[in-house]
């Protein structure tokens, strides 16, 4: 088991009332070439736009090693290309340092499940769409790597990914 990584920033009585710290927040999918680079880039931008970029380090991760070292799916470069979002990444699987983050967040619920297993403390894996206003509970965000080729999956796995942002940086901004 891994234990939870304490926020070391600051000894004051006012931040150690406001924990748990978030300084590292994991997005991780199952190869990390679609789901989680995505929410990964996105949430890096949102930061930037809030003035928060360097209150948090985000990375992103798969359970598995299929795609260990290549570049994001085309589709999903494409896709973040057209939303002007930055789309240079490389994929990696989930490890030790990733599970010490203080927030992980799974795409779906069999990562959730994988990501629990690993930790000490599971109320630091989430799913992502649960900072969706509009998700329902238990939502997950679907694999578009399947899909038929045109995209359109991975156009609503941004969509689902962007309405996540607002509750995500709120998020960080009450808890980090």
């Known amino acids: 088991m891994i234990s939870a990584r304490a926020g070391t920033t600051g000894s004051s009585h006012a931040r150690s009332a406001r924990l748990p710290t978030v300084s590292h927040v994991v997005f991780v999918c199952s190869g990390n070439i679609c789901r989680s680079p995505m929410a990964e880039l996105v949430f890096r931008a949102k930061l930037a736009e809030a003035g928060l970029e360097d209150a948090v380090t985000v990375s992103s991760a798969?359970?598995?090693?299929?795609?260990?070292?290549e570049p994001a799916d085309q589709r999903a470069q494409a896709t973040l290309k057209a939303h002007g979002y930055?789309?240079?990444?490389?994929?990696?699987?989930?490890?030790?340092?990733?599970?010490?983050?203080?927030?992980?967040?799974?795409?779906d619920e069999g990562h959730l499940d994988f990501l629990r297993a690993r930790v000490v403390d599971p109320s630091r894996v989430r799913l992502l769409r649960e900072f969706d206003?509009?998700?329902?509970?238990?939502?997950?965000?679907?694999?578009?790597?399947?899909?038929?080729?045109?995209?359109?999956?991975?156009?609503?796995?941004?969509?689902?990914?962007?309405?996540?942002?607002?509750?995500?940086?709120a998020w960080v901004r009450t808890h980090g």
């Open 86 to 107: 930055p789309t240079q990444h490389v994929a990696s699987q989930v490890d030790d340092s990733d599970l010490e983050a203080d927030l992980l967040l799974a795409a």
């Open 133 to 169: 206003p509009t998700a329902k509970v238990g939502a997950e965000v679907p694999d578009p790597y399947y899909g038929d080729g045109d995209g359109d999956g991975f156009e609503d796995v941004l969509a689902m990914i962007e309405r996540a942002m607002p509750g995500l940086i």
């Open 62 to 69: 798969g359970i598995g090693p299929w795609h260990r070292g």
